[in-house]
């Protein structure tokens, strides 16, 4: 039944995928659908595997079969399971040892401050995505991240900037008796 939903779901993610006006939203709904033949193709192993050990019951191979299925159900839940699955960009941060990964470098760090900086994508910039990622994380109890991560607090600064459209040197201008 899972692997019906999730198909069915996949299909609707690339239906809407063809309203997107923007790189980010269609880059999403990429990233989605591919996840999705992934967590489908999860299951079918399982399925496979389960099917095998029927077949094996009373069988010098039961016992491998057993541990077949074993090993899919533990990776399918190792991989959609524990941690959200992130859509945009990746972060990794380990608290026990104050560092994190950077994806951009490749390179573990020493974290003194609070980068890396994950701001949330606003649903409205994922044109209608939003509602089909909760219909999904309700079917397979996966959760999915779809966040901006900055390494920098200057980057996480000059991105809010941005998406604000207002110009920093503007709204700081002081003139006269330091007043505008």
Not at 61 to 88: G, K, N, R, S
Request: hydrophobic letters at 45%.
């Amino acid at each position: 039944m899972l692997v019906a939903q999730l198909s069915g779901l996949r299909i609707r993610v690339l239906a809407n995928r063809l309203s997107c006006d923007t790189d980010l939203a269609r880059n999403v709904h990429d990233t989605l659908a591919a996840k999705l033949v992934k967590m489908i193709d999860a299951q079918r192993n399982i399925l496979a595997a389960e099917r095998a050990r029927v077949a094996a019951r009373g069988t010098e191979d039961e016992q491998d079969a057993f541990y077949d299925l074993h090993h899919y159900q533990t990776a399918y839940y190792e991989t959609w399971l524990i941690e959200p699955v992130a859509l945009l960009h990746e972060y990794l941060v380990d608290d026990l040892s104050c560092e994190y990964f950077n994806f951009q470098t490749g390179e573990w760090q020493h974290r003194d401050s609070e980068v890396p900086i994950a701001v949330p994508v606003p649903a409205e910039k994922l044109c209608g995505l939003a509602m089909i990622i909760a219909e999904i994380e309700d079917v397979s109890g996966a959760r999915f991240s779809v966040e901006n991560v900055y390494y920098s607090e200057a980057e996480a600064e000059a991105a809010w900037w941005e998406s604000t459209g207002a110009d920093p040197d503007e709204v700081f201008a002081m003139t006269g008796a330091g007043h505008r």
